[in-house]
Each structure stands twice: as structure tokens, then as C-alpha cells.
């Protein structure tokens, strides 16, 4: 089992450009969950996921930010228009259900905004 | 609202030192929480949660309601701890889902 597999691992996007971070879950994993961290900052909570369904998207900027968990294919973090402020460390965790704990982490990805 | 506290951004000590990183944490529920552990150029994995009561590469950690603190501790330390520590609340949301809060993380260095 490979585990959490996050690509790019670097992202390097000039502002006004479109991000797109991709997350495969843990075989056998079906719950999908995204956390930016911005430098000197803890980890902080974005969006939950399941196949076809966003269940909590409190921890999401309103505006310019997306995410999708298709039935087939890996999660998708999108960043439209990026702003340097977007420039973080993206990390995607997974479980296999909801109460299922821990969370399991990719390795990141670091993007970087021109 | 709920909040994770680590004062410490970095702890140096030396190799067969006692360690202990600090957490303090908020919240108004009934708190399940975690350490998590990234060593240089890998992920960020669990070391333990409190419910589990374990101990993992000599690492303990004990809940204290009273004091709202979930220390790690380790009595002697050894090169191989150096790395990042995030001390984690797991917390529901009105949403159906369970967030994990992050503190900010406490960079051990353990001198040889």
C-alpha cells in the first residue's frame, strides 16, 4: 500500500494562474481530507470529502477555491487566480470512513506563487 | 472555539536528556488528541493518541483535563527523535465531519 499519494510535490504558478493539487487516498480509503499550512503555522483544516461529496467545506476560502472527490480518480484541490498569500504547503489526509481515526498524510504539496 | 497551543517552536537537548514537548489545549467538548511526528524529508505520521495509552519509540503521552495539557515525554533522547512534533485535537463538526486542529509545531533537535 503505497499510502497518500499527493502530486505535484512542487508547484511553482505566477499570480492569476489556476492550481491544481491532486490526492489519491490510501487503498481502501473512500474519505478524503485537505489541510493548508502556512509557513510558521500549524496544519489547518480545509475541506472533508467523500466519493462524489463535499461534507464540510468550513475551513474553505470562500472565494476562489474549489475541491472535488470524483467517483472515479483522485481528489482535486483547485486554486483560481492565486494570490501570493495561497503560497503554502498543501497537505491531503485520507481515512476509511468518518470515524475511522487516524487520519492518514501525504507528503504535500508545496506551492509556490511568483 | 478550539485551539492548540505549543509554546515551544524549537527544544535542543542533549542525546540521554529527558524530553518533554508541551501541549496545551481549548476546547469545550470531550477532546481526543494526538502527536504526530515529521521526520526530515518524510511525512507526517502518527506517534501516538491519547486513547490508546501507548508508548511508541519510548514516547509517552498522558491527558490532564485538569491542567488541559497532553505532554509528550520521553526519559532518554536519541538522535533519531530529532524532527518536527505537531500536537493534534480531533474535534466533530456541525457538518458530520471530524477536523483535526494543529498547534504549530515543536522542531526537537537532539544534540549528539
Known amino acids: 500500500n503505497a499510502g497518500v499519494m499527493q502530486n505535484p510535490r512542487h508547484l511553482v504558478r505566477r499570480r492569476g494562474q489556476e492550481a491544481r493539487l491532486r490526492c489519491s487516498p490510501m487503498?481502501?480509503?473512500?474519505?478524503v481530507y485537505w489541510y493548508r499550512q502556512l509557513p510558521e503555522e500549524g496544519l489547518k483544516f480545509m475541506v472533508y470529502l467523500q466519493k462524489e461529496n463535499i461534507i464540510d467545506e468550513s475551513g474553505m476560502p470562500k472565494e476562489r477555491f474549489s475541491a472535488e472527490f470524483p467517483k472515479e480518480g483522485p481528489s482535486i484541490l483547485r486554486i483560481q487566480q492565486v494570490v501570493r498569500g495561497d503560497s503554502a504547503a498543501y497537505f491531503c489526509?485520507?481515512?476509511?470512513?468518518?470515524?475511522?481515526?487516524?487520519?492518514?498524510f501525504g507528503d504535500g504539496t508545496r506551492l509556490s506563487i511568483l | 472555539a478550539q485551539r492548540v497551543t505549543q509554546p515551544e517552536k524549537l527544544l535542543s537537548v542533549f542525546k540521554g536528556a529527558p524530553v518533554e514537548l508541551k501541549c496545551n489545549y481549548s476546547?469545550?467538548?470531550?477532546?481526543?488528541l494526538f502527536w504526530y511526528v515529521q521526520y526530515s524529508r518524510q511525512r507526517l505520521q502518527l506517534l501516538l493518541r491519547h486513547i490508546s495509552r501507548e508508548s511508541i519509540k519510548g514516547f509517552t503521552a498522558d491527558l490532564n483535563k485538569g491542567e488541559t495539557s497532553f505532554h509528550l515525554k520521553k526519559p532518554f533522547a536519541q538522535e533519531e527523535d530529532s524532527a518536527m512534533y505537531y500536537c493534534a485535537l480531533l474535534r466533530g463538526s456541525g457538518a458530520g465531519s471530524y477536523q483535526l486542529t494543529f498547534g504549530k509545531g515543536t522542531k526537537l533537535s537532539v544534540i549528539p
Open positions: 487503498k481502501g480509503h473512500s474519505h
Open positions: 476546547y469545550s467538548g470531550s477532546p481526543e
Open positions: 489526509a485520507s481515512s476509511p470512513d468518518r470515524d475511522s481515526q487516524p487520519q492518514h
